[in-house]
Protein backbone atom coordinates (compact mmCIF):
# COMPACT_ATOMS: atom_id res chain seq x y z
CA UNK A 1 0.00 0.00 0.00
CA UNK A 2 1.13 3.17 -1.13
CA UNK A 3 1.93 5.56 1.72
CA UNK A 4 0.30 8.70 1.93
CA UNK A 5 2.04 11.90 1.86
CA UNK A 6 2.27 15.83 2.14
CA UNK A 7 0.40 17.23 -0.60
CA UNK A 8 0.58 21.48 -0.13
CA UNK A 9 0.68 23.10 3.23
CA UNK A 10 -1.01 26.40 3.74
CA UNK A 11 -0.41 29.06 6.36
CA UNK A 12 -3.64 30.51 7.32
CA UNK A 13 -2.54 32.13 10.84
CA UNK A 14 -2.00 32.51 13.91
CA UNK A 15 -3.66 32.14 17.34
CA UNK A 16 -2.81 33.95 20.35
CA UNK A 17 -3.62 31.68 23.32
CA UNK A 18 -3.71 32.33 26.98
CA UNK A 19 -4.20 28.85 28.91
CA UNK A 20 -2.11 27.50 30.50
CA UNK A 21 0.22 30.44 29.75
CA UNK A 22 0.11 33.12 27.26
CA UNK A 23 1.36 31.55 23.65
CA UNK A 24 1.14 31.84 20.20
CA UNK A 25 0.68 28.82 17.50
CA UNK A 26 0.34 28.99 13.71
CA UNK A 27 -2.48 27.63 12.07
CA UNK A 28 -1.88 25.12 8.82
CA UNK A 29 -4.50 23.71 6.34
CA UNK A 30 -2.34 20.38 5.50
CA UNK A 31 -3.48 18.52 1.87
CA UNK A 32 -2.81 14.87 1.69
CA UNK A 33 -2.46 12.65 -1.26
CA UNK A 34 -5.66 10.97 -0.48
CA UNK A 35 -7.58 14.35 -1.49
CA UNK A 36 -7.84 14.61 2.83
CA UNK A 37 -7.19 17.79 4.73
CA UNK A 38 -6.13 18.71 8.14
CA UNK A 39 -5.85 21.77 10.81
CA UNK A 40 -3.16 21.41 12.36
CA UNK A 41 -1.81 24.14 15.07
CA UNK A 42 2.23 24.34 15.40
CA UNK A 43 4.35 26.75 18.02
CA UNK A 44 7.14 28.37 16.04
CA UNK A 45 9.56 26.75 18.37
CA UNK A 46 8.68 23.15 17.68
CA UNK A 47 9.05 24.18 13.43
CA UNK A 48 12.39 25.01 14.46
CA UNK A 49 13.11 21.93 15.77
CA UNK A 50 11.49 20.20 12.81
CA UNK A 51 13.83 22.03 11.37
CA UNK A 52 16.87 21.26 13.19
CA UNK A 53 16.43 17.53 13.21
CA UNK A 54 15.69 18.06 9.35
CA UNK A 55 18.55 19.01 8.73
CA UNK A 56 21.07 16.40 10.49
CA UNK A 57 18.65 13.60 8.52
CA UNK A 58 20.21 15.02 5.55
CA UNK A 59 23.66 16.96 5.85
CA UNK A 60 24.59 16.99 2.37
CA UNK A 61 20.96 18.79 1.27
CA UNK A 62 21.80 20.87 4.32
CA UNK A 63 25.10 22.15 3.40
CA UNK A 64 27.20 21.06 6.38
CA UNK A 65 29.69 18.71 3.83
CA UNK A 66 29.73 21.64 1.16
CA UNK A 67 27.78 24.93 1.39
CA UNK A 68 27.05 24.57 -2.40
CA UNK A 69 25.23 21.67 -1.77
CA UNK A 70 22.62 23.10 0.21
CA UNK A 71 18.86 23.01 -1.44
CA UNK A 72 17.39 22.65 2.23
CA UNK A 73 15.66 26.25 3.17
CA UNK A 74 17.05 28.16 5.56
CA UNK A 75 14.73 29.48 8.99
CA UNK A 76 15.69 31.67 11.81
CA UNK A 77 15.78 30.64 15.02
CA UNK A 78 13.06 31.77 17.56
CA UNK A 79 13.53 34.33 19.82
CA UNK A 80 14.02 34.04 23.50
CA UNK A 81 10.45 35.54 23.99
CA UNK A 82 7.75 35.69 21.22
CA UNK A 83 5.19 38.61 20.99
CA UNK A 84 2.34 39.56 18.89
CA UNK A 85 4.81 41.43 16.41
CA UNK A 86 7.67 38.86 15.54
CA UNK A 87 4.48 36.50 15.55
CA UNK A 88 3.05 38.52 12.78
CA UNK A 89 5.95 39.89 11.24
CA UNK A 90 7.65 35.82 10.98
CA UNK A 91 4.29 34.79 8.64
CA UNK A 92 5.57 35.58 5.48
CA UNK A 93 9.22 34.03 6.37
CA UNK A 94 7.45 30.24 7.16
CA UNK A 95 4.83 30.25 4.55
CA UNK A 96 8.12 30.68 2.05
CA UNK A 97 10.09 28.10 3.85
CA UNK A 98 6.74 25.66 4.08
CA UNK A 99 6.55 25.89 0.07
CA UNK A 100 9.97 25.85 -0.58
CA UNK A 101 10.12 22.50 1.75
CA UNK A 102 7.41 20.32 0.02
CA UNK A 103 9.08 21.67 -3.29
CA UNK A 104 12.11 19.88 -2.14
CA UNK A 105 13.29 15.95 -3.72
CA UNK A 106 10.65 13.39 -2.57
CA UNK A 107 13.19 11.89 -0.86
CA UNK A 108 12.89 14.50 1.94
CA UNK A 109 9.56 16.43 1.64
CA UNK A 110 8.34 12.92 1.83
CA UNK A 111 10.05 11.78 4.22
CA UNK A 112 8.77 10.04 7.31
CA UNK A 113 9.71 13.23 9.56
CA UNK A 114 8.20 15.45 7.05
CA UNK A 115 4.94 13.12 7.21
CA UNK A 116 4.82 12.65 10.63
CA UNK A 117 5.33 16.53 11.84
CA UNK A 118 2.09 17.46 9.70
CA UNK A 119 0.30 14.62 10.86
CA UNK A 120 -3.02 15.61 13.05
CA UNK A 121 -2.05 15.03 17.02
CA UNK A 122 -4.65 15.14 19.83
CA UNK A 123 -4.33 18.39 20.51
CA UNK A 124 -5.37 19.92 16.82
CA UNK A 125 -8.75 18.54 17.47
CA UNK A 126 -9.33 19.01 21.39
CA UNK A 127 -7.28 22.32 22.07
CA UNK A 128 -6.25 22.92 26.00
CA UNK A 129 -9.42 24.36 27.84
CA UNK A 130 -9.55 27.82 27.44
CA UNK A 131 -8.63 30.60 29.83
CA UNK A 132 -11.15 31.40 32.38
CA UNK A 133 -11.52 34.60 31.10
CA UNK A 134 -10.34 35.48 28.39
CA UNK A 135 -11.13 33.80 24.74
CA UNK A 136 -8.36 32.83 22.37
CA UNK A 137 -7.56 35.47 19.79
CA UNK A 138 -7.77 34.64 16.03
CA UNK A 139 -5.55 36.45 13.23
CA UNK A 140 -5.86 35.21 9.65
CA UNK A 141 -3.25 35.69 7.29
CA UNK A 142 -4.21 37.61 3.74
CA UNK A 143 -3.86 35.93 0.83
CA UNK A 144 -1.96 37.87 -0.61
CA UNK A 145 0.85 38.33 2.47
CA UNK A 146 1.20 34.18 2.09
CA UNK A 147 2.17 35.11 -1.49
CA UNK A 148 4.92 37.57 -0.23
CA UNK A 149 3.01 40.88 -0.98
CA UNK A 150 3.13 43.02 1.92
CA UNK A 151 0.00 43.84 3.21
CA UNK A 152 -1.94 43.68 6.23
CA UNK A 153 -3.35 40.64 7.99
CA UNK A 154 -7.15 40.56 8.91
CA UNK A 155 -8.08 39.13 12.59
CA UNK A 156 -10.84 40.10 14.76
CA UNK A 157 -8.76 41.93 17.17
CA UNK A 158 -5.76 44.07 16.42
CA UNK A 159 -4.21 45.36 19.70
CA UNK A 160 -4.14 48.80 20.44
CA UNK A 161 -0.63 49.83 22.36
CA UNK A 162 -1.28 52.56 25.24
CA UNK A 163 1.56 54.13 27.53
CA UNK A 164 1.50 54.04 31.20
CA UNK A 165 1.11 58.02 32.43
CA UNK A 166 2.30 57.12 35.72
CA UNK A 167 3.30 54.25 38.40
CA UNK A 168 0.49 51.38 39.27
CA UNK A 169 0.76 49.05 42.43
CA UNK A 170 -1.66 46.37 41.87
CA UNK A 171 -3.84 45.74 44.98
CA UNK A 172 -4.96 42.60 43.84
CA UNK A 173 -3.17 38.61 41.77
CA UNK A 174 -5.40 39.70 38.98
CA UNK A 175 -4.24 43.52 38.23
CA UNK A 176 -0.87 44.47 36.56
CA UNK A 177 1.94 46.80 38.06
CA UNK A 178 2.86 49.30 35.69
CA UNK A 179 5.73 52.04 35.54
CA UNK A 180 5.72 55.23 33.71
CA UNK A 181 6.41 55.08 29.98
CA UNK A 182 5.22 51.02 29.99
CA UNK A 183 4.17 50.42 26.96
CA UNK A 184 0.93 47.86 27.14
CA UNK A 185 -1.42 46.25 24.41
CA UNK A 186 -5.02 45.91 25.41
CA UNK A 187 -7.02 42.93 25.29
CA UNK A 188 -10.23 43.95 26.35
CA UNK A 189 -11.57 47.63 27.67
CA UNK A 190 -13.98 46.98 30.09
CA UNK A 191 -17.39 49.23 30.17
CA UNK A 192 -15.96 49.23 34.21
CA UNK A 193 -12.77 51.19 33.74
CA UNK A 194 -10.80 48.73 34.14
CA UNK A 195 -8.70 47.44 30.74
CA UNK A 196 -7.23 44.06 30.25
CA UNK A 197 -3.95 44.91 29.25
CA UNK A 198 -0.53 42.64 28.44
CA UNK A 199 3.14 43.76 29.32
CA UNK A 200 6.11 42.54 28.10
CA UNK A 201 5.31 38.60 29.48
CA UNK A 202 2.77 40.10 32.05
CA UNK A 203 -1.13 39.90 31.86
CA UNK A 204 -3.52 41.44 34.19
CA UNK A 205 -6.07 44.36 34.52
CA UNK A 206 -5.53 48.16 35.12
CA UNK A 207 -7.10 51.53 35.42
CA UNK A 208 -8.05 52.78 31.95
CA UNK A 209 -7.16 56.31 33.19
CA UNK A 210 -3.47 55.94 34.44
CA UNK A 211 -3.23 54.80 30.33
CA UNK A 212 -3.18 57.11 27.49
CA UNK A 213 -3.02 56.59 23.49
CA UNK A 214 -0.06 56.94 21.73
CA UNK A 215 -1.17 59.28 18.57
CA UNK A 216 -3.65 61.74 20.94
CA UNK A 217 -4.80 62.21 23.89
CA UNK A 218 -7.84 61.78 23.59
CA UNK A 219 -9.92 58.95 23.26
CA UNK A 220 -11.28 58.06 19.47
CA UNK A 221 -13.50 55.59 20.92
CA UNK A 222 -15.48 57.57 23.60
CA UNK A 223 -19.01 58.99 22.48
CA UNK A 224 -20.67 62.53 22.60
CA UNK A 225 -22.84 63.54 25.36
CA UNK A 226 -26.32 62.33 24.85
CA UNK A 227 -28.25 64.50 26.98
CA UNK A 228 -31.64 62.67 26.23
CA UNK A 229 -30.17 60.00 28.75
CA UNK A 230 -30.53 56.13 29.41
CA UNK A 231 -32.35 55.16 32.25
CA UNK A 232 -30.15 53.10 34.86
CA UNK A 233 -30.42 52.08 38.34
CA UNK A 234 -27.73 51.78 40.82
CA UNK A 235 -27.16 48.49 42.14
CA UNK A 236 -24.36 49.47 45.55
CA UNK A 237 -24.51 53.08 46.90
CA UNK A 238 -21.72 55.22 46.37
CA UNK A 239 -20.54 58.43 48.63
CA UNK A 240 -19.02 61.39 46.12
CA UNK A 241 -15.39 61.52 47.03
CA UNK A 242 -14.15 64.59 44.38
CA UNK A 243 -16.87 67.60 44.32
CA UNK A 244 -17.85 66.82 40.71
CA UNK A 245 -18.94 63.43 41.81
CA UNK A 246 -22.73 62.27 42.71
CA UNK A 247 -23.61 60.46 46.29
CA UNK A 248 -26.14 58.10 45.49
CA UNK A 249 -28.33 54.98 47.36
CA UNK A 250 -28.93 51.65 46.03
CA UNK A 251 -31.95 51.37 44.06
CA UNK A 252 -32.08 55.07 42.70
CA UNK A 253 -32.81 55.67 39.10
CA UNK A 254 -30.96 58.00 37.44
CA UNK A 255 -30.10 58.89 33.71
CA UNK A 256 -26.93 58.23 32.14
CA UNK A 257 -25.71 61.39 29.87
CA UNK A 258 -22.32 60.36 28.88
CA UNK A 259 -20.43 57.08 29.06
CA UNK A 260 -16.47 57.93 29.28
CA UNK A 261 -14.23 55.10 28.90
CA UNK A 262 -12.15 55.06 32.49
CA UNK A 263 -15.28 53.97 33.79
CA UNK A 264 -17.03 57.34 35.15
CA UNK A 265 -19.88 58.18 33.81
CA UNK A 266 -21.93 61.21 33.84
CA UNK A 267 -25.33 60.63 35.49
CA UNK A 268 -28.03 63.13 35.99
CA UNK A 269 -30.37 63.21 38.60
CA UNK A 270 -33.40 65.68 38.53
CA UNK A 271 -31.55 68.59 37.24
CA UNK A 272 -28.05 67.81 38.92
CA UNK A 273 -24.90 65.94 37.17
CA UNK A 274 -22.21 64.26 38.50
CA UNK A 275 -19.26 61.29 38.02
CA UNK A 276 -20.57 57.64 39.09
CA UNK A 277 -18.85 54.97 38.98
CA UNK A 278 -20.31 52.78 35.80
CA UNK A 279 -19.49 49.37 37.74
CA UNK A 280 -22.18 50.48 39.78
CA UNK A 281 -25.22 50.92 37.70
CA UNK A 282 -27.47 48.75 35.53
CA UNK A 283 -29.27 49.45 32.48
CA UNK A 284 -33.11 49.09 33.14
CA UNK A 285 -34.75 46.47 31.35
CA UNK A 286 -31.52 43.75 31.16
CA UNK A 287 -30.12 40.81 33.58
CA UNK A 288 -29.00 41.45 36.78
CA UNK A 289 -26.78 38.53 36.58
CA UNK A 290 -24.20 40.35 34.56
CA UNK A 291 -23.92 43.09 36.88
CA UNK A 292 -23.36 40.94 40.10
CA UNK A 293 -20.72 39.28 38.53
CA UNK A 294 -18.76 41.91 37.54
CA UNK A 295 -19.10 43.37 40.98
CA UNK A 296 -17.71 40.82 42.63
CA UNK A 297 -14.90 40.71 40.09
CA UNK A 298 -13.82 44.16 40.82
CA UNK A 299 -15.32 45.76 44.03
CA UNK A 300 -13.67 49.10 43.78
CA UNK A 301 -14.15 51.78 41.49
CA UNK A 302 -10.79 52.78 39.02
CA UNK A 303 -8.86 55.62 39.91
CA UNK A 304 -10.01 58.97 38.28
CA UNK A 305 -7.34 60.71 36.11
CA UNK A 306 -7.62 63.98 38.49
CA UNK A 307 -6.54 61.80 41.01
CA UNK A 308 -3.03 60.74 40.07
CA UNK A 309 -0.29 61.95 41.32
CA UNK A 310 2.71 62.73 39.25
CA UNK A 311 1.28 62.13 35.41
CA UNK A 312 3.64 62.63 32.62
CA UNK A 313 2.13 62.56 29.46
CA UNK A 314 3.74 62.56 26.36
CA UNK A 315 1.35 64.69 24.38
CA UNK A 316 1.31 69.11 24.97
CA UNK A 317 -2.13 69.28 25.41
CA UNK A 318 -4.01 66.99 27.56
CA UNK A 319 -7.24 65.14 26.85
CA UNK A 320 -10.40 67.27 26.97
CA UNK A 321 -12.98 67.04 29.50
CA UNK A 322 -15.93 68.66 29.33
CA UNK A 323 -16.63 70.34 32.96
CA UNK A 324 -19.87 69.31 34.96
CA UNK A 325 -21.13 73.37 34.21
CA UNK A 326 -21.13 72.62 30.94
CA UNK A 327 -23.09 68.97 31.36
CA UNK A 328 -25.22 70.90 33.78
CA UNK A 329 -25.86 73.72 31.42
CA UNK A 330 -26.46 71.89 28.60
CA UNK A 331 -28.61 69.44 29.85
CA UNK A 332 -30.79 71.86 31.42
CA UNK A 333 -31.08 73.38 28.14
CA UNK A 334 -31.80 70.31 26.78
CA UNK A 335 -34.79 69.51 28.72
CA UNK A 336 -35.90 72.79 28.71
CA UNK A 337 -36.39 72.56 24.51
CA UNK A 338 -37.83 68.51 25.50
CA UNK A 339 -40.82 70.44 27.53
CA UNK A 340 -40.18 68.72 30.49
CA UNK A 341 -42.11 70.23 33.69
CA UNK A 342 -40.19 72.32 36.04
CA UNK A 343 -41.47 69.88 38.96
CA UNK A 344 -40.10 66.74 37.19
CA UNK A 345 -36.80 68.15 37.01
CA UNK A 346 -36.91 69.69 40.66
CA UNK A 347 -38.17 66.56 42.27
CA UNK A 348 -35.19 64.40 42.80
CA UNK A 349 -32.76 67.01 42.85
CA UNK A 350 -30.76 66.89 46.07
CA UNK A 351 -28.54 70.15 45.68
CA UNK A 352 -30.41 73.14 45.40
CA UNK A 353 -29.95 75.70 42.58
CA UNK A 354 -31.56 77.76 40.15
CA UNK A 355 -34.30 76.07 38.10
CA UNK A 356 -34.68 77.30 34.55
CA UNK A 357 -37.38 79.23 35.40
CA UNK A 358 -35.28 81.49 37.61
CA UNK A 359 -32.96 81.76 34.94
CA UNK A 360 -35.71 82.72 33.44
CA UNK A 361 -36.42 85.70 35.77
CA UNK A 362 -33.27 87.78 34.16
CA UNK A 363 -35.45 87.61 30.98
CA UNK A 364 -38.13 89.82 32.02
CA UNK A 365 -41.42 89.10 33.41
CA UNK A 366 -42.17 87.96 37.25
CA UNK A 367 -41.97 84.91 38.95
CA UNK A 368 -43.18 84.12 42.35
CA UNK A 369 -41.10 81.45 44.63
CA UNK A 370 -43.48 78.45 44.40
CA UNK A 371 -41.69 77.68 48.27
CA UNK A 372 -43.87 80.40 49.77
CA UNK A 373 -46.97 78.14 49.19
CA UNK A 374 -45.76 74.57 49.91
CA UNK A 375 -49.39 73.54 49.41
CA UNK A 376 -49.07 74.57 46.18
CA UNK A 377 -49.09 71.37 44.11
CA UNK A 378 -49.61 72.86 40.75
CA UNK A 379 -46.59 74.26 38.39
CA UNK A 380 -46.56 77.92 37.43
CA UNK A 381 -46.71 78.81 34.14
CA UNK A 382 -43.38 80.13 33.16
CA UNK A 383 -44.06 83.44 31.24
CA UNK A 384 -43.38 84.08 27.47
CA UNK A 385 -39.66 83.97 26.82
CA UNK A 386 -38.73 87.22 24.44
CA UNK A 387 -38.03 86.75 21.10
CA UNK A 388 -34.71 87.28 21.49
CA UNK A 389 -34.12 83.61 23.82
CA UNK A 390 -36.48 81.96 21.29
CA UNK A 391 -34.30 82.64 18.08
CA UNK A 392 -31.29 82.01 20.66
CA UNK A 393 -32.54 78.67 21.26
CA UNK A 394 -34.36 77.73 18.06
CA UNK A 395 -32.45 75.45 15.34
CA UNK A 396 -30.92 77.11 12.29
CA UNK A 397 -33.18 75.87 10.07
CA UNK A 398 -36.09 78.03 11.82
CA UNK A 399 -34.35 80.87 11.73
CA UNK A 400 -33.44 80.79 7.78
CA UNK A 401 -37.24 81.01 7.63
CA UNK A 402 -38.04 83.44 9.92
CA UNK A 403 -34.94 85.81 8.15
CA UNK A 404 -37.29 84.85 5.11
CA UNK A 405 -40.23 85.84 6.26
CA UNK A 406 -38.91 89.17 7.68
CA UNK A 407 -37.28 90.07 4.32
CA UNK A 408 -40.39 89.37 2.09
Not at 57 to 69: L, Q, S, W, Y
Not at 327 to 350: A, C, I, M
Request: some cysteine; overall charge positive.
Amino acid sequence: MTEIYVRHVELLGFEKRFYPSQHYVYMFLVKWSDQSEKLIYRKYPEIHAFHKTLKEMFPIEAGEIDAKDRIIPSLPAPKWLDNHKTTETRQSTLAEYIRSLLNLPTKISRCLLVRNFFKVRPEDENPPAPHPFKRNETYVMSKDKARGITTDITGPIMLESYRAIADYTKSSKYELNLKAGDLVDIVEKSQNGWWFCQCENHRGWAPAAYLEPLDDPNEAEEPEPNYAGELYKTIKAYTAVEKDEMTLEAGETIEVIHKLLDGWWVVRKGEETGYFPSMFLHKTGEKREVDEENIMRRKTPPPRRSTIRNAQSIHAKGRQRISQDTYRRNSRRFLQDRGRPVSQLKKNSRTPGLSPLRERKTNGGTLTDQSENPKETTPIIPPRPSPELIMERCTENTRRKISIRNSS
